[in-house]
């Protein structure tokens, strides 16, 4: 089984608003993020929640996933790694995890990283002109060092760290590259992003 974790757990604070909740073509970014990855071929999709989380939960009613919230979430975000980790069950054999402000990763680049990962195992990352993007998807080979992360870092330095075990899958997504942290992102992403 291989699980989709959305780290969507930040205050936004560069933009002052919750960035999940932005619109874009007439739904949240959020739900855009989890739409995708539902389309896939993941088994089951996980959120972690935090800052305004009682407004993102209510944009996420009906969706087959299931909602973690992070009440530790203003430590940074390795607290949301830890806290989709925790939520995994037994039988997940893999995690990729996603951000919840990225809604323009394709169906097919998350099949794709799915496909390598059933190949190759390791850590599994799109890369769009040699630039490395999420969402990368890990082995539970390395839950057990995620979860020791501490303070507000994503699974980086563990990819550093076991570099051998990375796996490079040249994408023509340019969506694994671009988030919204400003509203200058934000007016790329409604005016159109060049994918």
């Known amino acids: 089984m291989i699980a989709g974790v959305v780290l969507a757990a930040g205050a936004s ?3 002052g608003v919750p960035k ?12 855009h993020v989890v739409e995708n ?12 929640l935090g800052s305004r989380a009682e407004q993102v939960m209510e944009v ?12 530790e ?5 390795s607290t949301s790694l830890k806290a989709g980790i925790m939520s995994l069950s037994s039988a997940t054999r893999a995690a990729l995890f996603a951000l919840g402000d990225q809604p323009l990763v394709s169906v097919q680049t998350i099949n794709l990283l799915i496909h390598y990962y059933w190949l190759t195992g390791g850590i599994v990352a799109p890369y769009f ?3 490395r993007g999420n969402p990368v998807l890990f082995d539970r080979d390395f839950f057990g060092e995620m979860s020791f992360l501490s303070g507000d870092v994503g699974a980086r330095e ?11 899958v040249d994408v023509e997504d340019s969506g694994v590259v671009f988030d919204v942290d400003t509203w200058g992102d934000y007016h ?3 005016t159109g992003w060049e994918r």
Do not use: C, T
């Open 60 to 71: 996420l009613a009906g969706y087959s996933i299931r909602i973690i919230n992070n009440h």
């Open 158 to 168: 563990v990819i550093r760290r076991h570099s051998k075990s990375l796996v490079r």
């Open 13 to 15: 604070s560069r933009l």
């Open 73 to 77: 979430f203003a430590a940074g975000q």
């Open 37 to 48: 990855l539902l389309m896939s071929q993941l088994d089951e999709v996980v959120v972690i």
């Open 129 to 131: 002109k040699g630039k």
């Open 188 to 190: 790329d992403l409604v």
């Open 20 to 31: 999940q909740l932005l619109a874009y073509r007439g739904r949240p970014i959020i739900a």
